[in-house]
């Protein structure tokens, strides 16, 4: 069973609040836009416009309420709830080029930020000057982040680059962080220290679009642009188990359970695959693939399409055989966590967001 809602513009990345019932949206713009559940419908409460350009990621944190968002204007504001109103606070970034992704750290003390500028920002709260300062990662990234994942632990960090790597590196922040023990990963946990670096291909392969640490936090997956998608496991040598497909490629994944990844992209739908260790394995697609016929589009319309979502039906075409009608540009979980998903959110380029039932799945035909 889904649900479907239509926000009318691109969305190019989303957030959800802790239960679930409030939700950020930036419609490929400046702004994000925030909406709370009433009944059946997504009411709208409040515009975010601090970003001077298209902000590119939002995180929301469970349970401190915090909205974390970054631009690609260089910068990252961190907003908090206050009399009603989100107050916003300007992060001290020290990058000169655009912020590409952004996540919290699992105990909320801190949060990463993907940059442009071949680097890491891991930002801390900062008592005594009142503000939130970073430190940064860079060696050895050799391009743009496109997206980071933190570990169960808080400690550790797994990023993808458009040089085609994953990587993962301590996060350690000694002003906020205590030491624990070694993890299968590794033992050093200097600040900046790489971990491990893997490949999606022994020819070169492609832009990692996403990395996602598996509940435990002993596995690790990520999708390439050279249609693969790939799982390394720390108890299991850490030899990556790499998978060409036949989709175009993915541009989100997340885990489902220990088991099981759930990733979409450049088909529309999203895809089931399964992890026992050894294998990755194709489990098929989650949609209700049925037909359906657009309606009569007048000519402002037709080019209303056309600007907003890279579309121009008209009145006698057919749509595409499934419930988004393009790029999937975003998959978050809805209901449960990473070891027990029963609802994911699914966000695309033609601005519908789907809420997906997690049991339901249709098989590969």
């Known amino acids: ?68 968002t970054c631009a690609a204007d260089r910068n990252a504001y961190v907003w908090t709830l206050s009399d009603n109103k989100w107050k916003p606070t300007l992060v001290l970034l020290r990058t000169n080029r655009a912020a590409t992704c952004v996540k919290w750290s699992p105990y909320e003390n801190k949060f990463a930020v993907g940059s442009g ?104 997956a990520w999708v390439g642009h050279d249609s693969s998608i790939s799982v390394v496991d720390c108890n299991r040598g850490m030899v990556p188990t790499i998978v060409k497909h036949n989709f175009l490629p993915f541009l989100t994944l997340t885990w489902v359970n220990e088991n099981t990844i759930v990733a979409a992209g450049h088909n529309y739908f999203p895809v089931r695959y399964s992890y026992d260790g050894q294998n990755l394995a194709l489990a098929g697609k989650i949609d209700q693939m049925t037909k359906k016929e657009s309606g009569n589009l007048t000519a402002m319309n037709k080019f209303r399409s056309l600007d907003k979502k890279a579309t121009s039906e008209t009145g006698d075409s057919i749509l595409v055989n499934s419930i988004h009608q393009n790029a999937i540009t975003q998959l978050s979980i809805h209901h449960g966590s990473k070891s027990a998903v029963s609802k994911f959110c699914t966000s695309g380029i033609d601005g519908l967001l789907v809420i997906w039932d997690n049991k339901v799945g249709n098989n590969i035909k």
Request: hydrophobic letters at 35%; charged letters at 20%.
């Open 1 to 68: 069973m889904t649900e479907t809602h239509n926000f009318g513009s691109p969305i190019t990345c989303h957030a959800w609040n802790k239960d679930s019932t409030e939700l950020a949206i930036s419609p490929n713009s400046n702004e994000v836009h925030l909406y709370k559940r009433e009944g059946n419908k997504y009411q709208p409460t409040e515009v975010l416009s601090q970003h001077d350009l298209r902000v590119m990621s939002i995180d929301w944190a469970p349970k401190s309420n915090r909205i974390v």
């Open 117 to 220: 500028a071949r680097l890491i920002a891991i930002c801390y709260f900062e008592k005594e000057n009142d503000w939130w300062v970073s430190k940064h990662i860079k060696k050895p990234v050799r391009s743009t982040v496109t997206s980071v994942d933190w570990h169960p632990n808080n400690l550790i960090l797994a990023c993808g680059s458009t040089d085609f790597k994953t990587r993962i590196f301590s996060a350690y922040i000694k002003e906020v962080d205590e030491k624990t023990e070694p993890t299968p990963w590794g033992s050093k946990i200097q600040m900046g220290h790489m971990l491990a670096e893997f490949s999606n291909s022994d020819q070169g392969g492609g832009w990692v679009h996403c990395v996602s640490f598996s509940a435990s936090g002993n596995r690790l």
